[in-house]
C-alpha cells in the first residue's frame, strides 16, 4: 500500500501543495488547485515541522527554496509522474526545457511528430501535476506572449523573471 502524505507549504509564489508517495513526489500545486487530483492522492496531512524531516517532500522544499533564492537551476528529487501515456511523453519533454530557456506549445507538438496538436498539448501542459519542478512555465504561446499556467499569469511572470527573463512583452 501507498505511503501518501501532503503539507501545505508558503513558496515565493504563494501557498502550494507538496505531495509524496512513498520515495517519491508526486504534485506540487499551486493554490487555489486548478485540475485537483482525486482527494486519496493527497494521503495523511504533515505539519510543517514533519514536511521538513519528510525524505521527499523535505528535499522537495529544500530545493525549491534553492531555486527560488537562485542556488539551484535543476532539481533531482525523485518523481513519479501519474497520468495518461500521452501526457507522461509531454511531461517529459517539459523536464528537457533547461533552466532559463523557453519553448512553445507548437515546438513540443512537433516534437511528438504531431505538428498539428499544439492545442492538445497545452491541454497536458495545463494538468502538469509538478508544477516548478516539471517546468510548465517555460512553455509559451506561438508569439512568444505570456498564456496559460494553472497557478496563474502572475505565478508564471515571477518564475520567468526569477529565470531572467522579462514576460511583459513577448519573450522571442
Not at 503539507?7 to 508517495?21: D, E, R, S, Y
Not at 528529487?77 to 497520468?83: K, M
Not at 508564471?156 to 511583459?168: F, I, V
Request: proline share 8%.
Amino acid at each position: 500500500m501507498c505511503s501518501a502524505r501532503h503539507a501545505h507549504v508558503i513558496l515565493p509564489t504563494g501557498p502550494t501543495v507538496v505531495i509524496a508517495h512513498d520515495d517519491q513526489l508526486v504534485g506540487v500545486y499551486h493554490v487555489p488547485i486548478k485540475h485537483s487530483p482525486e482527494p486519496e492522492v493527497f494521503g495523511r496531512e504533515l505539519s510543517s515541522a514533519s514536511a521538513a524531516g519528510d525524505p521527499v517532500i523535505g528535499l522537495a522544499l529544500e530545493q525549491l527554496r534553492e531555486y527560488f533564492a537562485g542556488q539551484r537551476q535543476t532539481f533531482d528529487v525523485p518523481i513519479a509522474l501519474h497520468g495518461t501515456d500521452s501526457q507522461k511523453r509531454i511531461w517529459q519533454l517539459l523536464l528537457d526545457i533547461p533552466f532559463g530557456e523557453l519553448t512553445t506549445y507548437g515546438q513540443i507538438a512537433r516534437r511528438l511528430g504531431k505538428p498539428g496538436m499544439a492545442q492538445a498539448v497545452g491541454g497536458a501542459v495545463g494538468h502538469n501535476p509538478i508544477s516548478i519542478i516539471v517546468p510548465c512555465h517555460r512553455v509559451m504561446g506561438a508569439d512568444g506572449g505570456l498564456v496559460g499556467y494553472a497557478g496563474g499569469l502572475e505565478r508564471k511572470r515571477m518564475l520567468l523573471e526569477l529565470e531572467g527573463h522579462t514576460p511583459d512583452r513577448p519573450l522571442f
